[in-house]
């Protein structure tokens, strides 16, 4: 096990408050939530509970930077100096915010330290190039007489940016970041489970300069401080990502003003193996699609198809790789696999996993929790399972893959294109035609061919049909941002 960097222990010793208009501030109630360390249950901080007035004080402080404050109008430059500024700092916290990041979620140190914050760190820099390159067009005007007409991208305006747990600090930068560059001001409610890479993400915003009310940072529950946000009056948009379920409910939040949405929601994802693809890279590829970050990924290959001549084959080789993983506590440097992010979580997997024992599926490797302390749960492979199955319809959102052999690769697109999801498709040959063809068929917002998940801030992300509404990343994400003006001049 790894000893806390003396900056961790500091960071975790200072009180963790609100940011709003640029002060630490406590909340309103006084009430406060544990953070339980999910690899042993103990509780390693408190957070503030914040509710409905400190949503509003946020609002108040993100409308007042917006209207007044030197944020959107600050020369683009200027702006893109800030957010390469907020990453350098990150970078020059980097043990710290990756050492958070593991207590807080549970995934492996090796995750934080080698994916989660350079990630972040890159995502910054790339938006921060973002912010000189925003532009409209000019339009021809199809009347008598001569004008000029442009369109201009301006910010949409005070923004709600709501993140789920998985990827607590690369989810906050992904929509900070965009929602920075266009030059809308935020309030940012992270979830309750995970909040002190946000916090601490706070401290590094001051630092870097940016004016007051420009971010502001509530946490809380997501039935209050989330609800309370995106039912407010006076936020133009919400960014979400999280569950279906909570997805939907935003929808009727939003309605009051009509404020923007952009949703990343759940994933009930497809990996397609081929008879002829490579097995020595397809393997390892779908087990660690299902069981990187304890399966907690929306684009989780959760459900797995093999053409039935090759399924025995890549079922041992799938038993080898689960074996493979070590499950411990995420500080641990030999772990590649951490706990679930809380008990709920657990439970919640576990009744899975008890469900289709049930309905009569087999448990072919893992089904288990593992040690009593901590929420674990060990790689589990699922087969003989009916597309009815709960298994095979929800999404699970831990280590549980679903494995299905197929006789007829005619049928692989219906087979892949049956769920209420659609976000991401990951299929594996050498018959480069056959993929391209599959990939089209496939209703799903990101397709890879012969790699695992490909990510990255300038490729576009988001969902067909339930898995949600809108992109994030690249040019539509920044345009996500904004809004759209006409101006027309006549000569
Ligand atoms: P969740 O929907 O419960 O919570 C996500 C966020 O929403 C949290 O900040 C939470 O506090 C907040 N929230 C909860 N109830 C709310 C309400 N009524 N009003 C406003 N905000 C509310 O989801 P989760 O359990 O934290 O995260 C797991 C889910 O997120 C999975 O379904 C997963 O697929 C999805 N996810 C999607 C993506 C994506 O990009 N598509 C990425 C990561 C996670």
């Known amino acids: ?201 706070g401290e590094v915003i001051l630092e870097a300069g940016v004016p007051p009310g420009v971010v502001n940072i509530v946490t809380g529950l997501g039935a209050v401080a989330g609800a309370a946000l995106a039912e407010h009056g ?42 002829d693809a490579d097995l020595k890279r397809a393997i390892p590829a779908a087990a660690n699609s299902i069981f990187l970050n304890s399966g907690q990924i929306c684009v989780a290959g959760s459900r797995l198809y093999v053409a039935r001549e090759r399924f025995d084959e890549v079922m041992e080789g799938l038993v080898k790789a689960a074996a493979k993983f070590r499950l411990g506590p995420g500080l641990d440097p030999a772990t590649t696999m951490g706990p679930l992010v809380s008990d709920t979580q657990r439970r919640r997997v576990m009744d899975h996993i008890d469900s289709a024992r049930g309905e009569g599926a087999s448990i072919i490797t893992g089904g288990n929790r593992v040690g009593d302390q901590g929420y674990f749960v060990d790689p589990t492979i699922i087969c003989n399972v009916t597309p009815q199955m709960r298994v095979a319809r929800e999404e699970i959102f831990g280590p549980v893959l679903v494995a299905t052999p197929v006789d007829d690769p005619d049928e692989l697109a219906a087979l892949a294109n049956d769920t209420e999801y659609g976000l991401s498709a990951s299929i594996w040959t050498r018959d480069i035609s056959a993929a391209y063809r599959l990939a089209r068929k496939i209703r799903a917002g990101t397709i890879t061919i012969n790699t695992g998940s490909v990510a990255g801030p300038n490729l576009p992300f988001g969902g067909f049909k339930q898995s949600g509404w809108g992109r994030e990343n690249g040019a539509d994400g920044i345009e996500s941002f904004t809004e759209l003006k006409t101006v027309v001049t006549a000569l």
């Open 1 to 201: 096990m790894i000893d806390l960097k003396e900056q961790t222990r500091l960071s975790l010793a200072r009180p963790f408050q609100l940011l709003i208009d640029g002060r630490w501030t406590d909340v309103e109630s006084g009430e406060a939530l544990d953070v339980v360390n999910p690899a042993d249950g103990g509780i390693i901080a408190r957070i503030p509970a914040g509710g409905g007035a400190d949503i509003d004080r946020a609002v108040i402080a993100a409308r007042r930077a917006f209207e007044s404050g030197p944020w959107p109008s600050m020369i683009p430059g200027e702006r893109s100096r800030m957010l390469w500024r907020i990453a350098d700092l990150i970078e020059a916290r980097k043990e710290e915010f990756a050492e958070l990041e593991t207590l807080d979620n549970g995934k492996p140190i090796m995750m934080s330290t080698w994916v989660d914050v350079p990630a972040s760190v890159a995502a910054l820099r790339y938006w921060a190039g973002w912010c000189t390159k925003i532009a409209g067009e000019t339009r021809a005007v199809d009347l008598p007489g001569e004008f000029l007409a442009m369109t201009l991208r301006e910010p949409v305006g005070v923004v709600g940016l709501i993140t789920p747990w998985n990827f607590p600090l690369m989810s906050a930068v992904s929509k900070l970041g965009p929602a920075l560059a266009a030059g809308c001001t935020i309030i940012l409610k992270p979830a309750e489970q995970t909040s002190l890479t946000a916090l601490r993400l």
């Open 234 to 275: 006076d936020v133009d948009k919400i960014s979400f990502t999280g569950s279906t379920a909570v997805g939907k409910s935003l929808i009727g939040a939003a309605r009051g003003n009509l404020k923007r949405l952009t949703l990343e929601l759940g994933g009930k994802s497809p990996t397609i193996i081929l008879p």
